[in-house]
């Protein structure tokens, strides 16, 4: 069923008319020409596609877009701010936590969601918020340093 809908995405606005039953990810692609997001599974299995919305970690490939309309959606395109990388983006540079970057984004906004949350995760809290994002490289020792590193450089006592 097509309806107007507003969408608020990375602190702006966007009418939109669309199926509200069409996937989250595919109008943050299509429509917005958001495109860090990715199709990975279509299942909401490997995390590829995660996105905050109202700051928990969710699925865009098995959200529809009639379920988020007025509420507060974060892609990994607004993790940036003015030339500065979010901590968790550097990190992610300084470890060497990505190979082919095909996860990256949806790990990065787990990983966000739970350094907004707790800024001093244990590694099981680390490893527990981040299951369900899929790494095909295997770089998860790497993945888990950067969160640590990000949360050590958000409190402020990084090295």
């Known amino acids: 069923m097509q309806k107007r809908m507003t969408l608020h995405v990375n602190d702006s606005q966007y009418r939109i008319e669309s199926d509200t039953a069409r996937s989250l990810l595919n109008v943050l692609r299509n429509?917005?020409?958001?495109?860090?997001?990715?199709?990975?599974?279509?299942?909401?299995?490997?995390?590829?596609?995660?996105?905050?919305?109202?700051?928990?970690?969710?699925?865009?490939?098995?959200?529809?877009?009639?379920?988020v309309a007025e509420k507060?959606?974060?892609?990994?395109e607004s993790m940036e701010k003015n030339g500065q990388l979010h901590?968790?983006?550097?990190?992610?540079?300084?470890?060497e936590a990505m190979q082919c970057g095909y996860c990256t984004a949806g790990m990065i906004?787990?990983?966000?969601?739970?350094?907004e949350k707790n800024q001093n995760p244990s590694e099981n809290e680390i490893v527990r918020s981040m299951n369900g994002n899929i790494c095909r490289c295997g770089t998860y020792p790497r993945i888990v340093d950067a969160i640590r590193q990000a949360a050590e450089m958000m409190r402020g006592d990084a090295k």
């Open 72 to 76: 507060r959606i974060k892609t990994i």
């Open 109 to 115: 906004m787990s990983g966000v969601a739970l350094l």
């Open 87 to 95: 901590p968790l983006q550097e990190a992610f540079v300084e470890r």
């Open 31 to 67: 429509e917005l020409s958001l495109t860090g997001s990715k199709y990975g599974c279509g299942e909401g299995q490997c995390g590829a596609c995660t996105v905050l919305i109202d700051g928990r970690p969710r699925r865009s490939c098995i959200t529809p877009v009639g379920a």
